[in-house]
């Protein structure tokens, strides 16, 4: 399996930023225009607000592979942030406070700031 899939792993990662970027950046068009099933838009000076732009905006620069690792490691730490803040208090495991995504999405773009861009990306090109 590694000998076949090991030659398409580059753009098997750069798939995986691609589709976590879009998933992100759905978010934060929830929050920033209530949209895709919210309710209504938060208050965009809020800290709602603020993590709504974060993540509409990085979770596009993300999947377009633009400014990826500083924008990445900024979007990990909102992650780290929201599940400390919002899912912790409510239990020590995320199965168990709700927090999955918002780990997932925290270690997904931790290693994307890791590893960079990657193929299929503007950073590739503009290097």
């Known amino acids: 399996m590694q000998r076949m899939l090991g030659r ?3 753009f098997l990662y750069a798939l995986l930023r691609i589709v976590a970027g879009l998933a992100w950046a759905q978010h934060g068009a929830q ?3 209530g949209v895709l099933g919210a309710k209504q838009a938060v208050e965009i000076t809020s800290q709602l ?3 709504g732009i974060i993540e509409f905006v990085g ?3 993300i999947a ?3 400014f990826t690792t500083p924008v990445a490691f900024v979007a990990s730490g909102e992650m780290a942030w929201a599940y400390f803040q919002r899912h912790a208090p409510q239990g020590l495991f995320p199965i168990q ?3 999955e995504l918002a780990v997932l999405y925290c270690f997904i773009f931790l ?3 890791a590893v960079g861009s990657g193929k299929l ?3 590739s090109i503009r290097k």
Do not use: E, M, Q, R
């Open 8 to 10: 398409v792993a580059p």
């Open 111 to 113: 290693y994307v700031s």
């Open 49 to 51: 607000g603020l993590a």
């Open 31 to 33: 929050k920033l225009f």
């Open 97 to 99: 406070n709700g927090g």
């Open 59 to 61: 979770g596009l620069l």
């Open 64 to 66: 377009l592979g633009l």
């Open 121 to 123: 990306s503007i950073d």
